[in-house]
Structure formats: C-alpha cells, structure tokens
C-alpha cells in the first residue's frame, strides 16, 4: 500500500505531516472536522488539508456521544430520560447521558420532597410543587404519567379533596387549575426519584464554569469553580451541554462559556409582577413555602386549597393527610404527639415583600413571615386569632421559584454550531411541572436531530425567540394558576430554524 501522508496547516504552529494513524485519531476526537472518505480536515471552518486517494480504511469506530445535563429537576431528568430511550431505541448513536445536580437530599429541584423530623416522628412533605397536570391533548407526558401510575410512583388526587378557600368559604378548585391533578405516593420528588434511578446522577455536584476542550475540538469540560478550572481539574469533557437550571447560577456559568446568544436567554430579573421589558430578558419571582406541624388537628375537611383574593398566601396544603402519613395509627397523638404538618405557600408578592438572601435567612425575617402565614391561614379558615399554635415550623425562601414571562412559540433553546442547549418551566407557557417536562422532552428530541445528521447545516431552535407576557387570563408567576388552553392552541407554530 502506498505511503499515507497528510500535509496539514494547523492553526497554531507550522505545517505538518500526518501519518494515516494520526488522521484517524484526529477524526476519533472531532469526528466532524474530517471527512474520512475523502480526506479532508477543516478547523474553524478552513479547509486545512485535503487528499484525494482512497479512504480511510479500515471504519473509523462509532464514537460515544457525551451529554452534560446541569440539572436534576424535571426539565433535565425528562430530557437525559428521552435521550437515553431514544439513543436505546433507534441504536443508531452510542449516547452517555451524565447529570449533575446541587440537590444534597435528593434530585428534583422545585418539584422534590423533603423529609422532616417533627418531635420524633418522621415525614414527607411537599415543600415546592405540589401536585401536577397534564394539558389535553398531551400524549407524551400523558403515556409517562400512565406508567408512573401504574407503577405506583403517583396518583390521581381526589377532585373532592382540592378547594378554594376564602372566609371560611369553601368552593369549586377547577376555577383555578382544571384537573386531574397528579400527586406523588411519596410526595411529588417521587416522580424524580424514579427517573433518576435508571439515569447516570452525580450529586451533589456544582458545575460552575464551563470552557472549550482545546485538546479536542468542539468539546466542552466542566470545573466546580475558578480555581479548580485554573488547575485543569476537570469534571468532564462532553461534545455537548444542557443547561436545565436557571436565575442567577445559569447566567453566570453560561457566561464562562463565553457564548452571549445563548447567555441572553439565562440573564434574570427578579419582581413580583410580570412587566413589559425593553430589553427582554427572563423575569422571576420567589415563593416563601412554610412548613407548620401541629398537635391537634386543624379539623379542615379539605386536603389542599388555593386561597384566592389574600395578598399574602397562595395555597394551603396537609401533607399528612395527602401522602396518607397517619400519624395517630394508635387513636391517641401518637409519637411525639404530631397531628398533621402543613405546607404554606406564600403569593409572589409576599415573598417579594420579605425577600432576602436565601441561603441565609435571618431568623427575625422567618419569624414574621411564619407569624403572617399562620394569621393568612387562620383569616382562610375564618378561625380566631392565634387560634392555629404550630408545634414545629420551618420557612424557606425560593428565590427563583416561579418565572412570570416565557419564551414565545419555543419550547427549548439549542444551537448546534456550538452543541449547548436549554430546557426549563420557564419554555412554556405555564410556570409549571408539565412546561419543565416537555421543554427537556422537546430539546432531547432537537439533540438526537442534530447528532443524527451526516452533515449539513446543523439543529437551531429558539435562539430567535423573545419574552413574552402572559395573557390576560393566565395567573403565571403565582402557582397555583388558572387553567390555559390545550397544548394545540397555546404553541401554534414552532419553529425549526
Ligand atoms: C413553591 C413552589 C410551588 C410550586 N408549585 C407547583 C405546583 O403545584 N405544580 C406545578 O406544576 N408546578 C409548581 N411549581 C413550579 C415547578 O416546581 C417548576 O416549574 C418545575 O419544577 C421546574 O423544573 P425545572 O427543571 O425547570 O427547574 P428546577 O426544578 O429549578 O431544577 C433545576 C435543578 O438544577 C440544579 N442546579 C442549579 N444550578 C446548578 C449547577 N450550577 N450545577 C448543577 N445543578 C444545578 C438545582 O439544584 C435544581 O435541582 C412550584 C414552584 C415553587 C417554587
């Protein structure tokens, strides 16, 4: 066989001599910078070498696709479970699915449970979402939640045992949210903690920069800070990133990687009330949630109600009767002596009213804001004052709890030029579960697109898109919402640039 030589002009450094060797492990690295059938090896874009003779033989071996997801709560476990299934199930690409998550206790982000120990007895509870629906018409997320029932991960919740409460009154919830709405046998983390048992979990783990491979083109690493990205102490190096978290973290780690047209989606104001924005960026709101046990029962026929017309509080809830947590299995208080332990959550604009540093909140700060919730509660209730005396309580702050505009007409960020894409609650038109779901879903399905191509222009979505208000009719920003149209009417015409 002849002599197999390469004459290659690289970026950096004078031309050099490719053995038949070097070419192949070159293309391992970057498969789509050479064309092994013709030869040819372009970086950045330039032709840097081409040679016409006979292919490389023998085939070059199927590379292993790496798919960073940063972020374990819905958006990001849907989209690391579709890429698996469908890498799985097409068996045309060999797909490792990695995904970190800050979560020290569990996976799921907004939508994960918390145990608690109240006065010796241990429990579950819904600190953030609550329960979830599914938009008629949904079949993706619909065949899901048909499994996790049938294999126990969730239920249906009773329409009975979900109001409206307002002066004691109690009537229709459909007004506010239509359902049926699902709930977790566990609590809601159920749903994630069942995803992330058949996905590859790294936790906790902070990903806080993420830079260019310059050993291997177009691939990305991954550092826990500065200083350990200064060492070259990486995490991982992937060909390709998703960022399934936002607010303050996403915006500054994207802002490390150094590309601002996706940067310009993550960047975040934070107010109570959704507002027309010159410059249209992301705006959130925060939540207060408030977790308050009790000896006594509350003595309320209802499981969970929203509370309509209060300023300060959103939405009530008995953890201990919704996950089916008897505390009293004996008739009498039971160990520790704990009735029920109640969740409360607060409306946007409370939380704004008492907004804080989340990862410290200064004990006089958590007091008032039990004291208000607990008084909101009773007001609801049409009890007397003080009549509600809480055993134990817990208050936490959620920051970036819920987004109040959204990107119209995408349901997910990716460009893959560059092989970054963004998922979240915030790439749909509720601030919900579902949005999370499907926005990881839809970028899972652009992702196998675009790695699936032989050549040709690569996979884009959203990276034209804007913010958008909400209509009129829909309470986004404030979980629980009002109901909204069916995923037909609501995302009409999506692109595919
Ligand atoms: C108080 C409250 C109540 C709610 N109630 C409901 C409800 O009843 N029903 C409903 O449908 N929706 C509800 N929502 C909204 C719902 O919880 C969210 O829309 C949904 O869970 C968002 O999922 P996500 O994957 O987009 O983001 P997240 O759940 O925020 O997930 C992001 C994950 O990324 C991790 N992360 C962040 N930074 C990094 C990093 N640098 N490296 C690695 N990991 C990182 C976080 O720890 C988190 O686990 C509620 C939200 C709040 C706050």
Redo the contacts with the bound molecule.
């Keep these: 066989m002849a002599a197999f030589v390469l004459h290659v002009r690289t970026p950096a450094g004078p031309p050099r001599n490719w053995t038949r060797a070097q070419v192949q492990s070159f293309a391992r690295k970057c498969p789509s910078a050479v064309d092994t059938r013709r030869v040819t090896v372009r970086m950045n874009g330039t032709v840097h070498a081409e040679h016409d003779g006979p292919s490389l033989t023998p085939p070059l071996p199927r590379k292993r696709i790496r798919v960073a997801i940063?972020?374990?709560?819905?958006?990001?476990l849907m989209c690391a479970t579709e890429l698996v299934r469908q890498a799985n199930e097409q068996n045309a690409l060999d797909m490792d699915v990695e995904v970190?998550?800050?979560?020290v206790h569990n996976?799921?982000?907004?939508?994960s449970s918390r145990a608690v120990t109240v006065k010796g007895a241990s429990m579950v509870v819904d600190h953030?979402?609550?329960?979830?629906?599914v938009s008629h018409g949904n079949r993706r997320l619909q065949a899901y939640v048909d499994e996790w029932k049938r294999l126990g991960v969730l239920r249906e919740w009773g329409e009975a045992a979900v109001v409206s409460l307002s002066n004691g009154k109690r009537s229709d919830a459909s007004l506010h949210c239509a359902p049926p709405y699902y709930i977790g046998t566990r609590g809601i983390g159920a749903i994630s903690s069942a995803l992330s048992q058949k996905l590859n979990i790294r936790r906790p783990?902070?990903?806080?920069v993420m830079q260019r491979d310059e050993d291997a083109a177009g691939a990305w690493k991954l550092f826990r800070n500065r200083h350990k990205a200064k060492e070259g102490a990486a995490m991982g190096v992937y060909d390709a990133v998703v960022i399934?978290?936002?607010g303050k973290?996403?915006d500054r780690?994207v802002g490390t990687a150094h590309i601002p047209h996706i940067q310009r989606f993550l960047r975040t104001l934070f107010t109570c009330s959704a507002r027309e924005e010159k410059n249209s960026k992301m705006q959130m709101s925060s939540?207060w949630?408030v977790l308050v046990a009790f000896e006594q029962p509350v003595a309320a026929d209802f499981e969970g109600a929203f509370i309509p017309d209060c300023p300060a509080l959103a939405w009530v809830s008995n953890n201990s009767k919704k996950l089916l947590q008897p505390l009293h299995e004996d008739g009498d208080a039971g160990t520790g002596g704990v009735a029920e332990c109640w969740t409360l959550?607060s409306t946007p604009a409370f939380a704004t009213k008492f907004k804080v540093p989340q990862e410290a909140v200064p004990d006089e700060t958590a007091a008032i804001v039990v004291k208000e919730l607990l008084s909101a509660f009773e007001r609801a209730l049409a009890r007397a004052p003080g009549s509600l005396t809480p055993c134990f309580v817990r208050a936490q702050l959620?920051g970036a709890?819920?987004p109040l505009n959204y990107l119209a007409e995408e349901r997910c960020i990716w460009d893959g030029a560059v092989k970054v894409g963004v998922c979240?609650?915030w790439l749909g038109q509720q601030?919900?579960?579902?949005?999370?779901a499907m926005?990881g879903i839809e970028l899972a399905d652009t992702i196998m697109r675009d790695f699936s191509r032989a050549g040709g222009p690569r996979e884009e979505r959203g990276l034209r898109a804007k913010f958008v208000l909400p209509r009129a009719n829909t309470a986004l920003g404030g979980?629980?919402r009002a109901p909204i149209d069916t995923e037909e009417e609501v995302l009409p015409a999506r692109r595919r640039v």
């Design positions: 940063l972020g374990g709560g819905i958006s990001g970190f998550d800050t979560g996976v799921g982000g907004r939508a953030a979402a609550q329960f979830f629906t783990a902070w990903v806080s399934a978290h936002n973290c996403a780690l939540l949630s959550l959620w709890a819920v979240g609650d601030a919900s579960m579902e949005s999370a926005s979980f629980p």
